[in-house]
């Protein structure tokens, strides 16, 4: 059981808008920055967004990131295929003085 | 190129140690932290092990507590991860992970705190008899 839970799936279809949600506690979200990374099938976990809301380097400016109270949010727009991965937040927590992930969220554009 | 290469895994038996190594290159080693992040067959993303830019900050999981030690070599460029009392469910492929930048408060520094940006290929350590 991760400390941050995530949806384990969603999926849309293509040119539309999704959302993927990570609910934590005060130990972690409610006080910590929050990062998403992208996992292509095969692939080392990329950063999409650090800081709650800020768009990493060289990474596509439909993904997108928030964060209210202790729950946080990656959202993609404009949906392609390849876009089909797994995502992962994560944040500090202060229970267990290190970093958490979350469980991951597949996603499948349909 | 910035690059982080990991090398070292392989198959160990319960009860074994194995070493793993971080190479990096393409960006000034020092002025970054370095973690550990695993991930077990068909499972998802795990921290192992963080280590800020000066070595003096250093956080594990309790997976890791006791069992893992992290240390890196700025000389060398170089992170490792020896891994002590190996069980079948540290079979996971470990990959090395360049923090971003670090955060500090409190007295303490945060290795990866605002995300891991630059990640090797991973090493596959299975443990098995």
């Known amino acids: 059981q991760s400390v941050l839970t995530q949806p384990p799936s969603v999926s849309e279809a293509p040119r539309q808008r999704v959302t993927i949600s990570c609910s934590g506690s005060?130990?972690?979200?409610?006080?910590?920055?929050v990062s998403w990374y992208q996992q292509l099938p095969g692939k080392s976990p990329k950063l999409l967004i650090f800081?709650?809301?800020q768009l990493s380097s060289r990474v596509s400016d439909r993904f997108s990131g928030s964060k209210s109270g202790t729950s946080a949010s990656l959202a993609i727009s404009g949906l392609q295929s390849e876009d089909e991965a797994d995502y992962y937040c994560?944040?500090?927590?202060?229970?267990?003085?290190?970093?958490?992930f979350g469980g991951g969220t597949k996603l499948t554009v349909l | 190129e910035v690059q982080l290469v990991e090398s070292g895994g392989g198959l160990v038996k319960p009860g074994g140690s194995l070493k793993l190594s971080c190479a990096a290159s393409g960006f000034t080693f020092t002025n970054f932290g370095l973690n550990w992040v695993r991930q077990a067959p068909g499972k998802g993303l795990e921290w192992v092990a963080s280590?800020?830019?000066?070595?003096?900050?250093?956080y594990y999981s309790e997976l890791a507590k006791g069992r893992f030690t992290i240390s890196r070599d700025n000389a060398k460029s170089s992170l490792y991860l020896l891994m002590n009392s190996l069980r079948a469910e540290d079979t996971a492929v470990y990959y090395c992970?360049?923090?971003?930048?670090?955060?500090?408060?409190?007295?303490?520094?945060?290795?990866?705190?605002?995300?891991?940006?630059?990640w090797g290929q991973g090493a596959t350590v299975t443990v098995s008899s």
């Open positions: 280590i800020t830019k000066s070595g003096t900050y250093i």
């Open positions: 800081y709650d809301d």
């Open positions: 005060s130990s972690n979200i409610g006080n910590h920055a």
């Open positions: 992970a360049r923090s971003r930048s670090e955060y500090c408060s409190g007295g303490g520094c945060y290795s990866g705190y605002y995300g891991m940006d630059v």
């Open positions: 994560a944040a500090w927590d202060d229970s267990l003085n290190g970093h958490v």
